[in-house]
């Protein structure tokens, strides 16, 4: 049996590619509008914290 080598889903390149895509976006988006980039910032930690509370109640529920 010969062993198949998996390619990786994305080549290395593209990635940082797109990495730096992404970061120019945010730096843009933070520049031209600060105060929209704050609320989304606030709305993504929002949903973040909600989640892990959300996951923390449903173990605390298995428990108890």
Same mark, same amino acid.
């Given at each position: 049996?010969?062993?198949?080598?998996?390619?990786?889903?994305?080549? #290395?390149?593209?990635?940082?590619?797109?990495?730096?895509?992404?970061?120019?976006?945010?730096?843009?988006?933070?520049?031209?509008?600060?105060?929209?980039?704050?609320?989304?910032?606030?709305?993504?930690?929002?949903?973040?914290?909600? #989640?892990?509370?959300?996951? #923390?109640?449903?173990?605390?529920?298995?428990? #108890?």
């Amino acid at each position: 049996m010969t062993a198949t080598v998996e390619e990786p889903a994305m080549p #290395g390149k593209i990635k940082l590619i797109l990495t730096w895509l992404v970061f120019g976006f945010l730096v843009y988006a933070v520049i031209t509008s600060p105060e929209r980039a704050a609320d989304i910032v606030r709305a993504v930690w929002d949903i973040v914290l909600t #989640g892990f509370q959300n996951i #923390g109640r449903f173990f605390e529920s298995l428990l #108890g």
